[in-house]
């Protein structure tokens, strides 16, 4: 991937068509263009699951997501320019900026994007429930 020619990148383009990602749009983070900056920098590094697929391109700057592995231990992921990540539905996870606080990202959705998080515990909901049973499949 190219994400200095993300408008226009076909290996992108046949990401989304073989992935379904019909909607999009582009966050940036960072204390100038966030609107609510600190509170929504507390609210995306608060351990979390969604029901969907979180699917984030880094378009420019950097930063982290943590998830939790099958024995409950955080893993620290760098991410940064031209770097892709699908997080399935159902993963604890959260996310931080790091030194230089600063991250533009694609978020793709397929269909009409959810925002809803559900901080942990979350236990309850069907999509913890198939990913602990996917965990399970594969230990």
Known sequence: LDADKHENDPE???IRK?????WMDIITISKDKLP???EKLRMFYEEHLHVDEEI???LDGSGYFD???KDEKW???????GDMITLPAGIYHRFTLDEKNYVKAMRLF???PVWTAYNRPADHLEARG???RFLAQTA
């Open 12 to 14: 992108l383009e046949k």
């Open 110 to 112: 397929v269909g009409q």
């Open 67 to 69: 998830v939790r592995d």
């Open 36 to 38: 609510n900056y600190e």
């Open 18 to 22: 073989e992935r379904n990602y019909s």
């Open 75 to 81: 893993i620290r992921i760098f991410m940064e320019k």
């Open 56 to 58: 984030r391109y880094i």
């Open 130 to 132: 198939q990913y602990v």
